[in-house]
């Protein structure tokens, strides 16, 4: 009973009414469109209100000299105890090694220059590990020339080793003969060897102490010095 009461009182909508219905009101849009953007009654039909311009936009101010992009890097403080500025839990002292590894990749070990150690006074260094070697000073003493052996025309060498400390004197009790042609010749090498001064040999700034060879030569020098003659007249033959 209800499907017949409902399809007896419900008429259909013409379709032709409702399109009327939209016709009309798009026509009132429009109208109402047009008319606000009418240009006022006081402007000529001609005027500006009435064209259409084209405004370019303003020109760009000159830009600013290029710069170089500078890049820094930082070192980040690695995972674990014992890091950061505060208290560690493994002790107060930083590791003297610096970590190697950022991440999953590999660091580029900080090379330096290699440190010289600082020399000490027991150590005695060749003329091959010193940087300044010994020289004998020009005021210094020189074996006396055996007076036997002089008046013997008798000439020879003593080649001899000792060690010159850092005040530039000779230590008596490093003197070693290496080889000798006479033992008056080896006696007068010892008995001046107190009274040599020589400038000690440096590593750096530092006075050292150094092993020194030398060979002490005994040669005689001939001269023949000629006779004065008297003026005016010749040495006879």
């Known amino acids: 009973m209800m499907r017949l009461w409902v399809k007896s009182y419900v008429r259909a909508a013409p379709l032709a009414s409702s399109a009327t219905i939209s016709i009309a009101a798009h026509a009132v849009v429009i109208a109402a469109w047009v008319v606000v953007t009418l240009p006022p009654p006081n402007v000529a039909p001609d005027g500006i209100a009435n064209r259409v311009y084209y405004i370019p936009p303003p020109d760009r101010l000159p830009t600013q000299a290029g710069s170089v992009e500078s890049v820094h890097y930082i070192t980040l403080a690695p995972k674990g105890l014992g890091t950061g500025a505060g208290p560690r839990s493994v002790g107060d002292e930083r590791p003297t090694l610096p970590d190697t590894t ?41 074996p006396a020339y055996p007076l036997k052996l002089l008046e013997a025309h008798v000439m020879g060498f003593v080649q001899a080793q000792y060690v010159v400390d850092t005040t530039g004197f000779a230590d008596t009790t490093s003197f070693h003969v290496i080889t000798a042609t006479n033992p008056e010749f ?45 003026k005016g007249k010749k040495p006879s033959p």
């Open 102 to 142: 950022i991440g999953d990749k590999a660091r580029d070990s900080l090379t330096a220059e290699p440190v010289q150690p600082t020399p000490t006074t027991d150590s005695v260094y060749s003329v091959l590990e010193v940087d300044t070697a010994v020289a004998r000073m020009a005021s210094s003493a020189a």
């Open 186 to 230: 080896i006696d007068a090498v010892r008995q001046a060897l107190p009274y040599m001064r020589f400038h000690p040999a440096k590593i750096g700034s530092s006075k050292v102490r150094q092993l020194v060879e030398q060979q002490f030569s005994f040669r005689i020098a001939d001269t023949v010095v000629a006779a004065p003659t008297a």
